[in-house]
């Protein structure tokens, strides 16, 4: 079972997350398991007070130490690997995500406002970030990362293989994708995809799925990723491509 632990003073957009669709099945199922440390618990004062105006001045507030690192050591989280979610870190990957489910027991420092005092990154195993955007706070960060997790976690998907087509397991975007009805207003489901000849079906899907991956994301493409069936189809590709834009230039 893993173990999930939050430090936040929201903690009812962790609780909400956790009671629906697969991270509720997850958690139904004991695979893993959460629970939400409210930061105002672990304050000094009478206002419960988690943030403070920032040294050097400067627009916004920023999150105090002391309420972290306290809940950090009355819960004994120290022994836990610990994830800061901030702009500075690394990006978030599928690969990253595979290392991070070796991980029994993770704790997410969520911060809000300007940040964090910097102090606390100097007990974070990771800093990651979700990428090169701003969200609300570090629960929607550490909402993104838990995730990304759950959905590799053994029993929480039932069909595995459903993941391993996923996008960024196997390093390319997924052929288009149709269902039910087979025409909609002048929108027809491409031919192929309705024959019943498995194995065309396959190349194309193989063939769509390399082509959207060179348009939009080419830098997951390399040549060491790639076999030799899929060789030839880029090559059908590139022949289509270079048909296309001649017919362009001599419009």
Request: neutral net charge; contains cysteine.
């Amino acid at each position: 079972m893993k173990s999930l632990y939050y430090l936040t003073t929201f903690p009812e957009i962790i609780e909400s997350y956790f009671s629906y669709s697969i991270p509720g099945k997850a958690v139904s199922k004991g695979i893993i398991n959460f629970n939400c440390f409210n930061l105002r618990e672990y304050t000094q004062d009478k206002h419960r007070t988690t943030d403070d105006s920032p040294y050097g001045g400067g627009a916004g507030m920023v999150m105090k130490l002391e309420p972290f690192f306290s809940a950090i050591e009355k819960n004994n989280l120290l022994e836990t690997t610990i994830i800061l979610p901030s702009p500075k870190g690394s990006l978030l990957t599928q690969d990253l995500v595979k290392e991070l489910i070796n991980h029994n027991s993770i704790t997410f420092l969520c911060g809000h406002y300007e940040g964090i005092d910097e102090r606390l990154s100097n007990f974070a195993n990771y800093i990651i970030s979700i990428g090169d955007y701003i969200v609300g706070g570090g629960e929607i960060s550490a909402i993104v990362i838990t995730d990304a997790m759950i959905r590799l976690l053994n029993g929480v998907i039932g069909n595995k293989n459903s993941l391993e087509s996923e996008t960024f397991n196997k390093k390319r975007l997924s052929s288009p994708k149709y269902t039910r009805p087979e025409k909609f207003k002048n929108l027809k489901v491409p031919e192929i995809l309705l024959s019943g000849n498995h194995k065309e079906i396959k190349k194309w899907q193989t063939k769509e799925s390399l082509k959207w991956t060179l348009l939009l994301r080419a830098n997951l493409l390399s040549k060491d990723n790639l076999t030799e069936e899929e060789k030839i189809l880029l090559k059908d590709i590139k022949k289509e491509l270079d048909n296309l834009i001649d017919t362009l230039l001599n419009e």
